[in-house]
């Protein structure tokens, strides 16, 4: 009795369902398809880093070489700029700031001394994402050059000039910022140990021991 009280009350839900079978739901299905295979196909990208940054590097000749040829879309390319020094600056900050949290507290932080334990580098922008964003910015910024009305006439100069100095104040500003805090957010050049030298190590300590 229960059961075919449950049935027929999924019936009824399905029936009062108004976009079951409409184009609606025929679009919307489509859509989640897409986005899956899109999905799919970023994360067999993942591991492929290089691959990953030659393409995106192809891309942005070819925005490079379209603002060439047209000569003009010079604010667009300032916005473009602007935002790629806003994602390097989340690419090679800590995802916890010292300057917000206190580095006493409990949780991740940054080695301050040699003896302290190598801790990886975690960014406040990933690498995926840092590259997604760039290659996406580019796209957008080429699919803007077919559109006049982003073409507002500017003295290019001017704006080079201005992204240079923003650039280099940044970059400068992010250079003390990991001399105080003593980080690098790279991995090469950082200590690691291999089971050799512990081995030693635990020798030279057991050799220091005293001997009954």
């Known amino acids: 009795m229960d059961a075919g009280a449950a049935g027929v009350g999924l019936a009824a839900a399905a029936a009062d369902d108004p976009f079951k079978g409409s184009p609606f739901a025929a679009v919307s299905d489509w859509s989640y398809g897409v986005s899956r295979r899109y999905q799919h196909v970023l994360d067999r990208t993942t591991p492929h880093v290089l691959h990953r940054w030659l393409a995106c590097l192809g891309v942005a000749l070819v925005y490079v070489i379209r603002v060439y040829l047209v000569e003009g879309f010079y604010v667009v390319s300032y916005g473009l700029g602007i935002y790629i020094l806003n994602l390097l600056i989340g690419f090679l900050s800590p995802q916890v700031d010292p300057e917000i949290h206190d580095l006493s507290s409990d949780g991740p932080s940054l080695p301050t001394r ?4 190598f801790r990886p580098f975690v ?47 940044t970059m400068r500003r992010q250079i003390v910022h990991m001399i105080k805090y003593k980080y690098v957010p790279f991995s090469f050049g950082k200590q690691r140990y291999n ?15 005293p001997r009954d």
């Open 195 to 209: 089971g050799k030298k512990a081995s030693s190590s635990s020798t030279e300590t057991a050799g220091l021991l």
């Open 123 to 169: 960014r406040r922008l990933p690498e995926f994402k840092f590259w997604y964003s760039i290659a996406k910015a580019f796209c957008v910024a080429f699919v803007m050059t077919f559109f006049s009305a982003f073409d507002v006439p500017v003295f290019w100069p001017i704006l080079l000039f201005y992204w240079v100095v923003l650039f280099v104040l």
């Open 114 to 117: 040699g003896s302290d334990e």
